[in-house]
């Protein structure tokens, strides 16, 4: 029987050749399967004790792979939906593998029939128009990080961009004047144009005359001219929240996430009327079952509804009493 061939070269041509040549995936998707890469080889090394170089296709098998998972759940205290995007990196290079190593055949299938585990529903939690207003009148716009903080908050609300396409925008990606909107790419290197309302609109015309930092590209950048990064946006985000529950208490019980502020964009879209399959194309959702959950976190739509049934009328006794129209149909039998 021939020897399993190493690990290490199939991951390698993995990643260079499936994911960053064939695929063009993210360099947050690369990123994300390269952790789970390193957590699981260096998983290996502590129970088999081989290093990375020595690993064969035939060690990682299906208990394996679920002994790493449970380890990782006791070891990092990692919650299901994080335990389950690990496994969707494992099933993805084992599926790759497939048309690769057809004589691992049985071995492959047996681990993509792992199953993820059951997840709950997290409730989506977005801000109303008070707490909007609040964390907006935070940033002194009498300097310039001010202003900067100010537009770039006011931007993700309105516009519903995730984190890591906000902070990789440049100035070139916005047009203005008719039809203005911002252009940027998502996941999976999708494109798409949001539009940018009035109140935007204005605003960033504004911005875009003040002379970029250090000759700078970046759309909001850093005071010596470089690239916000996610962590840098979510430290000024909470600088400027906490600012805000000073005026704002309903801002004291909440924990305002930069995804919060898209959430917040999806139910101003879905207050002002705006149908579902518009709202995914808005925020770049794959699909509109993901949408869904912001008609399911939305209580006045469900209120409304409410309003809408008739009420029931119940006889004081308590006892059903039939109308004429039945009454009368009964007689005749």
Same mark, same amino acid.
């Given at each position: 029987m021939s020897r399993s061939p190493s690990i290490a070269p199939l991951i390698e041509r993995y990643f260079a050749e499936r994911l960053m040549h064939q695929r063009g995936v993210s360099p947050h998707?690369?990123?994300?399967?390269?952790?789970?890469?390193?957590l699981l080889l260096r998983f290996a090394q502590r129970r088999l004790g081989k290093p990375p170089s020595h690993l064969d296709l035939a060690d990682p098998n299906a208990p394996f792979i679920i002994a790493f998972l449970d380890d990782l759940e006791a070891d990092r205290a990692i919650g299901a939906r994080t335990r389950n995007l690990r496994l969707t990196a494992i099933r993805a290079f084992f599926r790759f593998l497939a048309f690769e190593e057809p004589a691992s055949s049985g071995q492959i299938q047996r681990i993509?029939? $792992?199953?993820?585990k059951l997840t709950e529903k997290r409730e989506v939690?977005?801000?109303?128009?008070?707490?909007?207003?609040?964390?907006?009148?935070?940033?002194d716009r009498a300097d310039w990080l001010g202003r900067r903080d100010h537009m770039l908050l006011l931007f993700a609300i309105q516009t519903g961009l995730r984190l890591s396409e906000i902070a990789s925008l440049d100035r070139s990606d916005i047009t203005l004047g008719t039809g203005a909107h911002v252009r940027c790419v998502g996941k999976g290197r999708k494109e798409r144009r949001t539009p940018l309302a009035g109140q935007v609109r204005a605003a960033m015309q504004c911005w875009l005359k003040e002379p970029p930092r250090g000759g700078a590209s970046a759309l909001f950048p850093t005071i010596h001219g470089g690239r916000l990064s996610p962590d840098a946006i979510q430290y000024l985000l909470a600088k400027h929240v906490g600012t805000a529950r000073a005026y704002c208490p309903s801002l004291r019980h909440k924990r305002v996430s930069p995804?919060?502020?898209?959430?917040?964009?999806?139910?101003?879209?879905?207050?002002?009327?705006?149908?579902?399959?518009? $709202?995914?194309?808005w925020l770049g959702h794959e699909s509109i079952q993901t949408t869904q959950t912001y008609l399911h976190a939305h209580i006045a739509l469900k209120t409304a509804a409410l309003a809408k049934l008739r009420p029931h009328n119940v006889k004081r006794s308590g006892r059903f009493e039939p109308e004429d129209r039945l009454l009368a149909f009964l007689d005749a039998l």
């Open positions: 998707t690369v990123a994300s399967y390269r952790d789970t890469f390193r993509l029939a $792992i199953p993820g939690h977005f801000l109303s128009r008070p707490e909007i207003d609040a964390i907006l009148a935070a940033p995804h919060v502020l898209r959430h917040t964009a999806a139910m101003e879209l879905l207050q002002a009327g705006v149908d579902l399959s518009v $709202i995914a194309l």
